[in-house]
């Protein structure tokens, strides 16, 4: 057992306010009540309170149950489920849908469905630690290519392709980094991965319900197809579990073969059905997406203009790369002081020397957010 580190959940206790859903409020370490504006959250587009998704998870609570009760090839895939998955895949314009109960298990079911111990595996240098994880359960070979660098990547794609495997690369990227907010040119990566024969799995987690035409995501309409995206209810969905969506073919593979899809029981009815009214509410006000990435323009470039470096991307994850742990920590109580949600991610979430604030924008933050943040970052 290796050695473990103190801790570093915070003492802060921190719930949802009812009638405010960009407030929170936490406990002090006094104990006296404070109020945070959340600017930490993945709650994108405020959705986790909206009465419609509770509505849709109440009633399939009472019609349902609290859980599935069994796998989905047992028992436990109902209605709601189906309604889901095809709800999704036209949504996304893909053949097929399978639903999972957390994006985590999605990704190693679809890593381990792409890959073997004869595979080689390109990733990206930020991947999730989900896709990480279900690359070593493969057994692949791991490559990592700089961050959204296709050059890179193709230097990679041609090492591969003039040894003569007769095996298939697959690339793994994200197409929205969560804690970079930076997104890759996922049209040419498509193109490139199509021209060296290699299988591209892409984690849409945090950019389906914002990014791409009417939040669909950045794999939408491609000119080339991707093998399998991976998608997740528990960010801008405001819902809990995940899917993957895919080809027929690829989606019957995986209802045979996936462990993790067959031998875990199935998304909680409540859940699935808030989704459901999620994706509901975003394709009847397809402008969230939009309108969420005019307003973090707008703090990208407020930002800049008052000396700080420009935050990379086009989403909702602006970044304040701080350097050390202490800087960030500084940072995080400085906004915490002012009433302020923002949480110092430090390594080995990502690369040392790189510690950093993660603010979030999220559709209801009220008018004034943004110069109550740049005059607490001011005072340190
Ligand atoms: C990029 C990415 N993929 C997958 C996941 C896992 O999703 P879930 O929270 O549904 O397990 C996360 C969650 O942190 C994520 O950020």
């Known amino acids: 057992m290796p050695n473990i580190l103190p801790s570093r959940r915070r003492k ?3 719930w949802i306010h009812g009638d405010e859903p960009a407030e929170m409020k936490g406990t002090g370490k006094l104990g006296q009540s404070i109020s945070l504006l959340d600017l930490a959250s993945n709650d994108y587009l405020g959705l986790s309170k909206h009465p419609n998704l509770i509505e849709a998870a109440q009633t399939a ?3 349902n149950g609290v859980g599935a009760g069994a796998s989905p090839l047992v028992t436990g895939h109902r209605p709601i489920h189906k309604e889901l998955e095809e709800a999704l895949a036209h949504w996304l314009g893909k053949e097929s849908v399978l639903l999972f109960p957390s994006g985590f298990q999605a990704n190693l079911a679809a890593v381990i469905a792409l890959a073997d111990r004869h595979t080689t595996v390109l990733a990206d240098k930020l991947i999730h630690h989900s896709l990480l994880v279900g690359i070593k359960a493969s057994g692949a070979k791991l490559k990592r290519y700089a961050h959204n660098d296709l050059d890179d ?3 990679h794609l041609k090492l591969h392709s003039n040894n003569k495997s007769t095996h298939r690369p697959l690339v793994i990227t994200e197409s929205l980094f969560s804690m970079e907010g930076t997104s890759p040119e996922i049209n040419k990566m498509a ?3 199509d021209k060296y024969g290699a299988q591209l799995l892409v984690d849409e987690a945090h950019s389906l319900g914002i990014m791409g035409s009417q939040g669909r995501g950045l794999c939408y309409e491609l000119s080339t197809p991707i093998t399998i995206l991976s998608g997740t209810f528990g960010k801008a969905f405001g819902s809990g579990g995940a899917f ?10 995986l209802l045979q073969a996936s462990g993790g899809f067959r031998y875990s029981t199935a998304l909680a009815p409540p859940l699935a059905a808030a989704a459901l009214a999620a994706l509901k509410l975003i394709k009847s006000n397809c402008d969230w997406g939009q309108k969420l990435q005019k307003r973090a323009e707008d703090w990208r470039f407020r930002l800049s203009a008052e000396g700080w470096s420009r935050p990379p991307g086009k989403g909702p994850i602006l970044p304040l790369v701080l350097g050390t742990d202490q800087q960030a920590l500084l940072y995080q109580a400085q906004l915490e002081n002012a009433g302020l949600l923002s949480v110092a991610i430090r390594p080995p979430t990502i690369p040392e020397g790189t510690s950093r604030l993660r603010l979030v924008l999220r ?4 008018k004034g957010t943004f110069d109550r943040l740049i005059n607490a970052l001011k005072t340190l």
């Not at 993957?244 to 593979?253: I, K, P, Q, V």
């Not at 559709?363 to 009220?366: E, I, S, T, V």
Request: glycine content about 0%; hydrophobic content about 35%.
């Open 61 to 63: 609570l009472y019609t």
């Open 153 to 155: 990547l193709e230097k």
């Open 244 to 253: 993957l969506a895919c080809s027929n073919r690829m989606s019957e593979y």
């Open 191 to 193: 193109s490139l991965c």
């Open 12 to 14: 802060l206790k921190i």
């Open 363 to 366: 559709r209801d933050l009220p």
